[in-house]
Nanobody
Framework: QVQLVESGGGLVQAGGSLRLSCAAP????????MGWFRQAPGKEREFVAA????????DDTPSTKGRFTISRDNAKNTVYLQIDSLKAAETAGYYC?????????????????WGQGTQVTVSS
């Protein structure tokens, strides 16, 4: 079982920032696209952003563009999600995932491996 380990979640006031981290085994990190999803209670898992292992190309969504920034540190086998100007409605579990087969993966089923998630709670 591949182990992706997220960290960095917590309680923050609306308008605040967090940086989430996801550490992956090297054999995964250097061959898989890495993505972030979020899931609020009672809602479907939602794509947030992804970054290509080969080109570093970033894929994101209109709802988070400009406030959420995905990046990767190849020396540390870690992908980050910088989240700024958080909104209360963005309270959710945030999950890191790795995808091997699909180009520009944006759907949960396109990712083979998942972390346990880190909780982000935004107070209004």
């Amino acid at each position: 079982q591949v182990q992706l380990v997220e960290s960095g979640g917590g309680l923050v006031q609306a308008g605040g920032s967090l940086r989430l981290s996801c550490a992956a085994p090297g054999r995964i990190f250097h061959t898989h696209d890495m993505g972030w999803f979020r899931q609020a209670p009672g809602k479907e898992r939602e794509f947030v952003a992804a970054i290509s292992w080969r080109t570093g190309t970033i894929d994101d969504t209109p709802s988070t563009k400009g406030r959420f920034t995905i990046s990767r540190d190849n020396a540390k086998n870690t992908v980050y999600l910088q989240i700024d100007s958080l909104k209360a409605a963005e309270t959710a579990g945030y999950y890191c995932a790795a995808a091997l087969e699909v180009r520009r993966p944006r759907l949960p089923y396109e990712y083979e491996d998942w972390g346990q998630g880190t909780q982000v709670t935004v107070s209004s």
